[in-house]
């Protein structure tokens, strides 16, 4: 797995925060919601594959604050976990199987309190397939399809486009 940040292009899209509920760090966004606001949503782009996050509970209550991971095309929900029953702050690592590349944006539902905080942390991991065998390569180039056409060839199975 290698390292990404979330808040950094390719991977970063756009944070849509109506209520203007976020505070952007170096390290997370913090989402500290009351009742009535609409809860934030960070939108990033995904390989497909495993992928790893972290996310932090502030004063976690019973169970309000969790975190959802939805495909943006369909809405459909891809991973979601709700705090378990803890007070203080609590940091969790979560690993997701991503089905496809694309759109994903991440809900943070905090609690209606101030003092009910989540946080997404930017840095995340990813593992992205491995390269085609040099072999592999080296028939691609020997049956026509060019230098070009083989480096396309593993830029798609690397997901690179």
Not at 147 to 161: D, P, Q
Request: aromatic content about 16%.
């Amino acid at each position: 797995m290698y390292k990404i940040r979330l808040d950094k292009p390719p991977y970063f899209i756009r944070l849509e925060d109506p209520a203007g509920v976020v505070t952007k760090t170096d390290e997370w966004w913090l989402s500290n919601a009351y009742t009535g606001q609409t809860r934030a949503r960070v939108h990033v782009r995904l390989p497909k594959g495993r992928f790893r996050f972290k996310y932090t509970v502030w004063a976690g209550g019973w169970g309000w604050n969790n975190i959802e991971l939805r495909r943006a095309r369909d809405n459909k929900v891809i991973w979601k976990r709700p705090s378990p029953w803890s007070s203080g702050t609590r940091t969790y690592e979560a690993e997701v199987e991503i089905p496809e590349e694309g759109e994903y944006y991440f809900i943070l539902n905090d609690g209606n309190f101030g003092f009910e905080k989540i946080a997404l942390h930017c840095e995340a991991w990813v593992e992205r397939p491995l390269p085609p065998p040099l072999e592999t390569i080296a028939l691609w180039i020997a049956i026509g399809v060019g230098v070009v056409g083989a480096a396309y060839l593993v830029g798609k199975a690397l997901n690179w486009w």
